[in-house]
């Protein structure tokens, strides 16, 4: 990622703004969400989904690796792939059949245990908890300089 910025969620108000900044800048590409266990990862995606205009719950997909979404005629995947303990699991359960689907938005949580059965990533978020455990601190990386810009602006 050639380019990237940090921001400050200082609490859960901030959250819910970069989600809807995400929302409206982001369409489709490969998310990597990065960060420790309660980090915020899922809380994130949770309201980006919102923000695209699911209604209904955002559960996390521990178990069952991914969620698929359908929002406003758009697909959306959330993979979660920490409990993943090989990454051909993935190629097992047929995630080329959801990498095929043209201008999908993928959210990953946990990709370094994706290895190369998931494509690299468009977005990289990176969440780390801070000392006041209501604060995150995010560096969110891209190659698209326009795009950072847009979401440094909007933010």
């Given amino acids: 990622m050639q380019y990237s910025f940090q ?3 200082n609490d859960e108000a901030d959250t819910q703004k970069l989600a809807a900044c ?3 800048c982001i369409e489709k590409g490969v998310i990597y969400l990065i960060g420790d266990l309660g980090a915020g990862k899922t809380t994130l995606t949770r309201y980006w989904l919102q923000n ?3 209604r209904g719950a955002v559960k996390s997909p521990t178990y069952t690796l991914v969620e698929p979404y359908k929002i406003n005629q758009q697909d959306v995947f959330h993979f979660d792939l920490y409990r993943l303990n090989d ?3 993935l190629e097992l359960m ?3 059949d959801y990498l095929d689907i043209a201008d999908a938005l993928f959210l990953f949580e ?3 245990k994706g290895g190369d059965e998931i494509p ?3 977005v990289i978020l990176n969440i780390e908890k801070s000392d006041d ?3 995150r601190h995010v560096t969110i990386s891209a190659n698209d300089e326009a795009l950072l810009a847009k979401l440094k602006t909007q933010f």
């Fill in 110 to 112: 946990w990709p370094s």
């Fill in 120 to 122: 690299e990533a468009d």
């Fill in 94 to 96: 047929g995630i080329r």
């Fill in 7 to 9: 921001l400050n969620l």
């Fill in 87 to 89: 990454p051909y699991e």
């Fill in 52 to 54: 695209l205009g699911h």
């Fill in 133 to 135: 455990e209501s604060v």
């Fill in 22 to 24: 995400l929302g409206q």
